[in-house]
């Protein structure tokens, strides 16, 4: 005797998603996806302290175009800045981590945080005693931590850390701008990662969430369109509850 499945109960955030689709275009759905399919978590970037706007964002955009989905800023001196003109909008798009907290640590939470999750961190650094990106080993989740513009990264953060790191340089000067490392140091370590054998992508619960997420952003006045939705998700759901 055949023996009939029960269906799987749709949740909310399923039917959501799928309601806010048919408000976005085939062609911005095929995007989203191509980005999800790419995006990583593998890889993150720790700022402390950046004080100039234009360096902070310009490592935002960086980032975002490069794949990462996250980005933790430390804020224990100076305060994160956004200048719109570098963003072009790229924030809107990954997980920005804050941390601010007054007369906190937050390096140390920073750390903390970061080691919950799996996280090894590297210190970014130009002295030669640290090891060449080109060198370390790729075996597990990363988190690259590079200090301000001036003074670099606090004793504390680089002492903390799990390794020293720097990108190789062959001239005078002694170090490159904040942004520039950031962006050479990701694109060698994530030229690494991608050509390894191991999963460096987005689970699928993750994707999902980023996907409502972004199809939020994507629908315009989308908090009116999803409580509409509400109404009609509780009064399709109620009545099967009751029973």
Known sequence: MAVTMPEKQITYEEALTEYLARYITDNRKETIEQVLFDRTRFLTVVLEDIYQSHNASAVVRTCECMGLQDLHIIESRSKYGVNKKVLKGSNKWISMHRYKEKGANNISQCYESL???????????PAPDGDSL????????????????????????????????RVPMYGFTESMNVSVTAAISMNILLTRMRSLDFTWRLSEDEKASLRLEWYRKCVRRSEIVEKEFGRTFTARVLPSAKE
């Open 134 to 165: 080109f060198d370390i080993p790729i075996n597990g989740k990363i988190a690259l931590v590079m200090g301000n513009e001036l003074e670099g990264l606090s004793a504390y953060a680089i002492e903390h850390a799990d390794e020293k790191v």
């Open 115 to 125: 080691r919950r999750n799996g996280y090894r961190i590297l210190a970014m650094d």
